[in-house]
């Protein structure tokens, strides 16, 4: 699973929420607290986030067993396949390549924004920019070598990318674009008798503006199929999953889209509130969202693009015990490739292990 670690300071997330969930300008600013990665057959365990820290833990005990200095706040990290390599992204969008064997950086890669990863096929992708990209990149997580640079139709943002568990896909959607042909309602005119998702959709359709689904070949680097999409987003906490017979995309207002390959689609939730952290299993079997020390585990095989299912995507839910003081949420995930064991970090500097139960095996502070 990839972790995607937040950006919106903690106060303005909490206080203001949807607002300034809508703009992009901070989408490098990270939460607070740690993210964490698991490799892939769950035997070394890290966290980091914006104290410039990487925390070596033992998997079992949640022990911190080595502090290692880090130059920049930590936005996301993923191993490689044979846990030889840890990839991080920091908030200058630069993607570091660790050695795992002694800690030191064998390589530094610019201009690599919203990176996602495949731990099984060692790929990362990015966003040439973090704002308006004029590309999509994939680069190689073990020698930190550009594979593919895929060039966008014009500047635009990157709202999510997501890889598929066999690492052969790659899905981005791209916007918000402006686009004349679409209709544009003002405010005042939305009927009134809409609520919840269904006034969303109706926003969405007639405010004016699209976005592009493309999915990308990862072997070739071809374009496979591009789509317009009336459904828009910003990157903040966003996340794509391949499921059965399409994608699915979502971000922090939790009012995602479920898109069938065909390009049409409908409004989803995932369980919970607001999506103040994500993540999806190595396997891509189980979604992970968090936000208000509650999280939920999405299973990914109920999940189906071609049938009208229920606008809440239900998972199992459990919830962290309370601290004292401002209100902790979860800012990333990870999970082992075969999904047997579970791994959150908190904005209160706390890594919890779960099973594919939801149930907390283990909570401990990180310092």
């Keep these: 699973m990839r972790k995607i670690a937040g950006n919106i300071a903690p106060v303005c997330a909490l206080a203001l929420g949807v607002v300034l969930a809508g703009s992009s300008a901070q989408a490098a600013t990270p ?12 035997t070394q365990l890290v966290a980091g986030g914006d104290n410039r820290v990487l925390y070596v833990l033992d998997p079992a005990s949640l022990e911190v067993k080595k502090r290692v200095a880090f130059g920049s706040p930590i936005i996301q990290m993923a191993f490689d396949a044979k846990g030889a390599t840890l990839a991080v992204s920091d908030t200058d969008g630069t993607l570091h390549l660790i050695e795992t064997k002694d800690w030191k950086t064998k390589a530094k890669l610019k201009d690599k924004h919203r990176v996602v990863f495949s731990a099984r096929n060692d790929l990362a992708a990015s966003a040439d920019r973090d704002h308006r990209a004029s590309a999509i990149v994939v680069s190689s997580t073990v020698d930190g070598k550009d594979l593919f640079r895929l060039p966008l139709p014009k500047e635009m943002p990157v709202a999510a990318l997501g890889i ?12 918000a674009n402006d686009d004349p042909s679409e209709p544009k309602v003002n405010f005042s005119d939305i009927p009134k008798d809409l609520k919840g998702l269904a006034k969303t959709d109706f ?3 007639n405010d004016g503006k699209t976005s592009l689904v493309q999915i990308y070949d990862l072997k070739s680097g071809k374009l496979l199929s591009e789509k317009k999409v009336f459904f828009t ?19 922090y207002s939790n009012q995602g889209f479920q898109m069938k390959d065909d390009g049409e689609g409908r409004l989803v939730q995932f369980d919970g509130s607001f999506l103040y952290g994500s993540g999806v299993s190595q396997d891509g079997k189980y979604i992970m969202a968090g936000n208000l020390r509650q999280f939920a585990l999405i299973d990914t095989g109920a999940l189906d693009a071609t049938t009208n299912t229920a606008e809440k995507l239900a998972g199992t839910l459990n919830s962290l015990n309370a601290l004292p003081g401002w209100p902790e949420y979860f800012k990333g995930f990870d999970a082992t490739a075969n999904a047997k064991v579970f791994y959150g970090a908190t904005s209160g500097y706390r890594v919890v292990m779960f099973g594919a139960d939801g149930k907390v095996i283990k909570a401990e502070p990180i310092f």
């Design 164 to 175: 598929s568990p066999d690492g052969m896909k790659l899905a981005a959607l791209l916007g």
């Design 233 to 251: 987003m910003n990157a903040t906490q966003s996340v794509a999953v391949f499921i059965k017979g399409g994608v699915v995309f979502n971000e």
């Design 31 to 42: 939460l607070g607290g740690l993210t964490v990665a698991v490799n892939p057959d769950g």
């Design 203 to 205: 926003q969405l359709r």
